[in-house]
């Protein structure tokens, strides 16, 4: 092995023992499908649609969009696998742009920062909505701002687990906003992490396509479910889908994706995870759950001022020494740090960061 791709490695072994702070699932094992890393797998194009190019994973892809379409209650479904959670923003934002030439787009300032990117990047008008203490969206502020412009359709940003503090903006609350100001809407949920978490947490609110007018929803694969390389799915009404749809007589399929080539990989990462894990799911939410607990009663004995919302694993607390924030790869903004209790932070490993927290504080 060349020496460069070998100090590679090895400083990936080491950081990997540390990684807590961001919602990256590093449990995971793929061994059983190395195979496939001997081949080139592109999936160019729209999944239902096969092309010329023919060396694809698509009718694995497939499998997997009817996962997820189930898992959200909806029927009549389009989607895809896309490079990570902000290509799924970015489309389904732009969808609420096509259905609604007229639309401002509003999102809370929790939002993930590709939200804003995707306004900048689509040039449509937005405005940003203050957010409460525990990361939720301000409701009486979104409804106060869309009752000010009424006479353009509103395109919104929900979010299903917030980037910093992981709060669930509640979407039937929305709904009845936008019902009361009676303005034409398109809803895209950012459920980036909390797509695969709230459906398997008994009293968290449903994630429903058949219950509430979502447009769309994004979630990262290489979060609550790992893998070795970022992906995202998108997924949204079949309806919808046709409003970006071409036809592309290079590759004999449609472009209904926002990039090209697409990888095959992923879909095969995804479908694997599936179906080897499909009946654990629920288990490690919830063991997940219990050791975001663990860590919070720990914390707040510690005297860090910790905050945990509900249905969510990201444990919140005041900002400790920066070399602690470096070795453990905290996430921080403002004041505050925080760690995403994903399945291999184990509460072993828990202890092992509060030990080194209590000796460098």
């Not at 063991?287 to 860590?295: D, F, H, M, Q, V």
Request: with cysteine.
């Amino acid at each position: 092995m060349k020496t460069d791709i070998y100090n590679a490695l090895q400083e990936l072994r080491q950081s990997s023992k540390y990684m807590i702070g961001y919602p990256l699932n590093l449990k995971f094992d793929y061994s059983e499908i190395f195979d496939f890393l001997a081949y080139h797998i592109n999936n160019i194009g729209d999944p239902f649609v096969l092309s010329r190019l023919g060396i694809d994973s698509k009718q694995i892809e497939q499998n997997c969009i009817k996962y997820f379409a189930q898992l959200y209650d909806l029927p009549d479904y389009w989607g895809y696998i896309t490079s990570g959670g902000t290509e799924g923003n970015i489309y389904g934002i732009l969808m609420g742009r096509e259905l609604h030439p007229d639309g401002i787009f509003y999102c809370s300032e929790d939002s993930h920062y590709s939200v804003t990117k995707a306004a900048y990047l689509l040039n449509l008008p937005y405005v940003t909505i203050s957010s409460q203490q525990n990361g939720e969206i301000n409701y009486e502020h979104l409804q106060y701002e869309i009752s000010q412009r009424k006479q353009h359709s509103a395109i919104l940003n929900l979010n299903l687990g917030t980037t910093m503090k992981g709060a669930v903006d509640k979407i039937d609350r929305v709904v009845d906003i936008l019902e009361k100001v009676q303005i034409p809407f398109h809803i895209h949920c950012d459920a980036a992490l909390g797509g695969m978490l709230l459906p398997f947490i008994d009293e968290a609110p449903k994630i429903s396509f058949q219950d509430y007018p979502i447009g769309s929803i994004a979630i990262s694969g290489h979060k609550f479910l790992g893998s070795p390389i970022p992906y995202g799915v998108l997924i949204t009404r079949k309806t919808l889908e046709r409003k970006l749809e071409k036809n592309i007589e290079y590759i004999a399929t449609k472009d209904t994706t926002i990039t090209g080539s697409r990888s095959g990989l992923a879909a095969i990462l995804l479908w694997d995870a599936i179906t080897t894990r499909k009946e654990k799911f629920a288990q490690e939410v919830s063991t997940c759950i219990k050791n975001s607990c663990y860590l919070y009663e720990r914390l707040q004995k510690m005297g860090y001022h910790p905050m945990l919302n509900d249905y969510s694993t990201t444990v919140v607390f005041d900002q400790p020494a920066y070399k602690i924030c470096n070795k453990w790869h905290l996430a921080t903004q403002g004041n505050l740090a925080h760690i995403v209790v994903m399945l291999h932070v184990s509460r072993e490993k828990i202890d092992r960061f509060l030990d080194d927290l209590s000796v460098n504080s």
